[in-house]
């Protein structure tokens, strides 16, 4: 018999001990030891069987226990430092407010999921747990986001693997009441409900649930409610679940709803309503389509008016290197969902066009509605640049207005207790490090080698006692008995070089790269003298057949009784084996298909707890490898065989393992310690800790994009939005003239012959009709020019207005030789407008 709902029932606090709500309900406790300790003291057992969660804890704990603890003078002590502590964190101003008036009063944080504490399971891999970074460090800078996100009731899926290795998925239900949530409520106590319009008159309702993060909160919108039909309810039920017309109820329901929640939020709470709105990935695309939507029927501003507006506040984030990993939806189904919406369905269409003219392209609205658009990491912004350059033609890539912020992630989440408490993150003056400046971490060469390598030693004796336990249930739960699984409590060795690879399992990230010559793994696997042993982690989706074949591939590897006390793959990949696999792990190993890999944050945890990276140069390896803080796996970038290119890589990793690795771990000196290992872990911890926080990360985006799009915004929306209205009629006049826009002549004059340190003088007529010299910038480009006269390593400059004869224009620059080799140069126009981002925002370019 299946019960028909589920729900929680606490326990009545003590009044003594009602603080305690007030710190559970706040999740700064996951990445707070002193307040998590608080909470194991309750009942330490039943802590460890929680798992570590609170809520759990709390609705399990024996009232006897807690009349005790009532009573407990030393424990209510303890406690109410905790809450002070956590009052004073939320009260004290931080590095924001010193920005001044500039910087956004309200940011508003939109993506399909989030990666919080394994106690909230609302997230499948990176992009997830990069969103939950984002929140933590947002709050730890006093940055004034709000997250907008879905609760899915199923999570994204746990995972388990059946007798001959292959994926299980298991969907919990999830009781909201369960988790550290509350419902957003009017002041009636009625809980608020955002609603979303469907196709034949339907309506998706939705209540908001608000987990706060430190400072930050996080709106979760909930379908399964009693106002929607079945079929309405169940939109929210699992995370990238479902068909395309499930899919995009989903993505409507983030956007448009999202956007309805932030405003009954900030309504109720009088929190500073949102002046920029970023969209993490497309899935959020649709907020900027509700927005417009507002502005439209709240002001009569027409589309592209309203466009102008919403564009100006708008930051958005692509985290995919491959078209295939972007959301597509077919035209007919938009054209079903947002008949009725409130915007012209042509102008919506317009967003999301790309070259297949049945399909809407949710990474191509994303871009048009955002000013301004980001990578991941330096070399994804460039992957990026030309994965979507057709929507600027005529510009180069390296024009394409997309740049990068490089990712980051929460120190204080993913860093060993035991590191923080050494001082690896400290100045070498002892002073605490701030979020509120540059950090430095040079406190790291104050601790002596023995001590380093003793903790590192220790770390890696916590994740073995951890692999044990979960290799045995792993093997119980795929039918072995009690009598078959005693091998486990003697798996894996404290003292063993031990090396991680978890992420999810798409085909590019190769998670069976490291088995392509199975002989020489095993040989490394079980050297007598220097052996190595392998912890591997990872889920696919559920509808990828492909990955599932991978990891049952892996399975059956490890399965081997000769070999499986040195390599295992365990199930159930979430926040909480992370954390025992960056402590413990020496190696973290990455070997994706390079530029597949938007940036691979898994890598940088690792680092931060002095685990070397092994890794192909993608994603922030690129951008951060010095050669001192792991080592660089050759690609065989050009080869077109794939089976040669993996053999090719994969021989590389094998020869940097026996020659370079292993040796250097087992170099230990009289005293046992591998002083050379130890020093790259103390260059790691020192160089590549700083540079990987998810404060430096937050930081960028305030100060790169934040603020620009709060000062656009605001620039827009002056005298009832008269800026956008003009804006709107410029760029459609300009627009209208472009096709007439021409360099009809160019002329170059020199001193002499052309040598090093002389100029170039150029001089060229523009025609312009239609249009005035102030709506366009006339550029000269000059540098290296190639056989086929490309430019290369470009340099522009505006040339100067020179005169005017009806609708021919002069204009003129002088360009330093600076360099010697083949040179060239060439003059283009681009619109211009003080209210642009970036020249090459409208996508036309006229050259010479």
Known sequence: MRALRRFTVRAALPEPLTPLSQLVMNLRWSWHPETRDLFETLDPDLWQRCGGDPVKVLGEVSAERLAQLAKDRKFLRRLQDAVDDLEEYLATPRWYQSLGDEAPAGIAYFSAEFGITEVLPQYSGGLGILAGDHLKAASDLGVPLIGLGLLYRAGYFAQGLSADGWQLEHYPSLDPHGLPLKLLRQADGS?????????????????VWRAQVGRVSLLLLDSDIEENAPAERVVTDRLYGGDEDHRLRQEMLLGIGGVRAVRAYCGLTGTPVPEVFHANEGHAGFQGIERIRELTEAHSLSFPEALQAVRAGTVFTTHTPVPAGIDRFPKALIERYFAGFGVPLHELLALGAEDDPTKFNMAHMGLRLGQRANGVSRLHGHVSRGMFSDLWPGFDESDVPIGSITNGVHAPTWTARELVEMGTQSSAQGDPVEVDGDVHFDGVDKIPSADLW??????????????????????????????????????FDPDVLTIGFARRVPSYKRLTLML??????????????????????????????????????????????????RIAFLPGYDIGMARYLYWGCDVWLNNPLRPLEACGTSGMKAALNGGLNLSIRDGWWDEWFDGQ?????????????????????????YDLLSNQVVPRFYESGRD????????????????????????RMVRDYVQALYVPSAGSARAMAVDGYGPAREEASWRSHLLHNWSSVRVAHVEATGAGAPEIGSTLDLRAEVELPGLATSDVEVQ??????????????????????????????????????????????????LPHSERMADPAELGVVTSA
């Open 629 to 653: 803080n792991g080592w660089a796996i050759p690609t065989a970038d050009g080869v077109i065989d794939a089976d040669r290119r993996d053999e090719v890589e994969a021989r590389a990793i």
């Open 454 to 491: 003793s903790i590192r030693r220790t770390l890696r004796a916590r994740l073995v006692e951890e692999v044990r336990r979960r290799i045995r249930d792993t093997a119980l739960s795929r039918g072995a008995t009690e009598a078959e699984v005693g091998w486990t409590a003697k798996a």
């Open 780 to 829: 000269a480009a000059y540098g290296r020019v190639d056989d086929s006269d490309g430019l290369h390593d470009v340099t522009t400059v505006p040339m100067a207005h020179e005169h005017t004869d009806g609708s021919r224009h002069w204009f003129t620059a002088t360009l330093p030789l600076e360099r010697t080799g083949a040179f060239g140069y060439t003059v283009r126009v």
């Open 191 to 207: 809980a608020v409900v955002i609603n979303v319009p469907l196709p034949e008159g339907r309506t998706l309702f939705a209540h």
């Open 516 to 565: 392509r010559d199975p002989e020489r793994l095993r040989a490394l696997l079980l050297d007598p003298e220097r052996p190595i042993q392998l912890i591997i982690a990872g889920k696919s989706h559920p509808a990828d057949d492909g990955g599932k074949q991978l990891i049952q591939e892996m399975v059956t590897f490890a399965d081997d009784p000769e070999i499986r006390h």
């Open 672 to 695: 046992g310690i591998p002083t050379r290992w130890v020093e790259m872990v103390r260059h790691t911890l020192r160089e590549t800790g700083p540079k990987v926080l998810a404060t």
